[in-house]
């Protein structure tokens, strides 16, 4: 008798634990936000996300100029509809059009995490890069 009540509940928190995955399962993929990416079949089209396609230079001495020329790449949209911003990044840093810059003032020694969002309007994609500042031995 005890050994079928243990297989009761073992079965019932077995039945449980499959209906309440089958019903998480179904809220994830049924959410209810829509992707215009997405065609009929969900399958986002990827094509279409502008994306940096440049890496940034990874260091530069304080006191001297730190460029940095992105190059971006979308297959759906013309390059003066494409835009960048400074999601983050030092206060130093700046962006004009495709051209990030900016001078790392002396004391600035570290490092700086930067990030540039890239955006046609419709859809849009980040890079993540990290900026070291060093000190000249001279």
Sequence with gaps: MERSKKSKIVLS?????????GAIFSYLRFSPE???????LGNQDLFVVPRIIS??????YEGEEYIYMVKVTDNDT???YITLN????PSWLGISGFKVYGTAPLGSTG?????????DGDNSSVQE???LVETRNE
């Design 13 to 21: 928190l077995f039945v449980f634990l499959l209906i309440s995955g």
């Design 34 to 40: 829509e992707d215009v990416n997405k065609d009929v």
């Design 55 to 60: 890496l940034a230079p990874m260091s530069v």
């Design 78 to 80: 013309e390059l003066e």
């Design 86 to 89: 400074l999601l983050e990044g």
């Design 111 to 119: 490092t700086y995490r930067v990030v540039i969002r890239v955006s």
């Design 129 to 131: 890069s990290y900026i």
